[in-house]
């Protein structure tokens, strides 16, 4: 081959992913455009659900079941979670309250993450860890989610799930999930387990005392 056609065709090969890359520019800021969108709808409807909240002291059962079917969506949680992020930098406090009070919402859609691939799945406990949902209020369907994200070989998949399950601040959650990692094949960083323990959101004393029980049932 001469060497013009190589440069033809190195020529033809720039082209063409300078033309890849632009058509995946518009479609991220299309999608982004509508993930936004979203998320407002979102926030006008937190917002709405506070101000009732402000004053009867509870989320309408209506609000809920929207909650339910919208965030079975991976796309949905984004823009909830955007959402959210703009009332908490507003009212952290009154957040807070609203997401006890949708708790159960996240229990009904665990189900449909934990049928996901391990990315999307990841997610569902980095929401969960992220406004501390498990916090003081244990949801059995979603603290049996992350035992079992606590298998999978995705780093993404156990970390998420161990970071959700140390905001529990259950002493007995974080060493049956320390067992699980323990036993299985997947390496796990010490790193990440003493640095996670950091964010451990119990008692200390009772989570020194519960280690110490437990400590001959570790490996070495």
């Given amino acids: 081959m001469k060497i013009e056609g190589i440069i033809y065709i190195y020529f033809a090969i720039c082209v063409a992913m300078i033309v890849f890359n632009i ?3 518009l479609i991220s800021r299309r999608r982004d455009k509508k993930l936004f969108h979203i998320s407002q709808g979102f926030e006008n409807r937190i917002l709405c659900e506070l ?3 402000e004053e009867n002291g509870y989320v309408r059962d209506g609000h809920k079941k ?3 079917k919208q965030l079975k969506r991976i796309g949905n949680m984004r823009a909830f ?3 959210l992020e703009r009332i908490y930098s507003d009212n952290a406090e009154l957040g807070q309250k609203y997401l006890l009070e949708i ?3 996240f229990a009904s ?3 449909t993450y934990c049928k996901r691939d391990v990315i999307e799945a990841a997610y569902f406990p980095y929401i969960i860890k992220k406004y501390k949902i498990l916090n003081g209020y244990v949801f059995n369907e979603m603290l049996d989610m992350m035992y079992m994200l606590l298998h999978e070989p995705s ?3 156990r970390e998420n799930a161990m970071q959700a ?3 529990i601040g259950d002493a007995s959650c974080v060493i049956k999930a320390l067992q699980i990692i323990d036993r299985q094949q997947f390496f796990y960083h010490n790193k990440l387990i003493t640095d996670g323990l950091l964010h451990f959101g119990g008692s200390s004393d009772e989570f020194g005392a519960a280690v110490w029980e437990a400590f001959e049932d570790f490996s070495v």
Avoid: E, H, K, Q
């Fill in 23 to 25: 058509i995946s520019v």
């Fill in 51 to 53: 101000r009732w909240v």
């Fill in 66 to 68: 929207y909650l339910t």
């Fill in 81 to 83: 979670d955007m959402a």
């Fill in 103 to 105: 708790g159960g919402v």
């Fill in 109 to 111: 859609v665990v189900n």
């Fill in 155 to 157: 780093i993404y998949c």
């Fill in 165 to 167: 399950i140390y905001t």
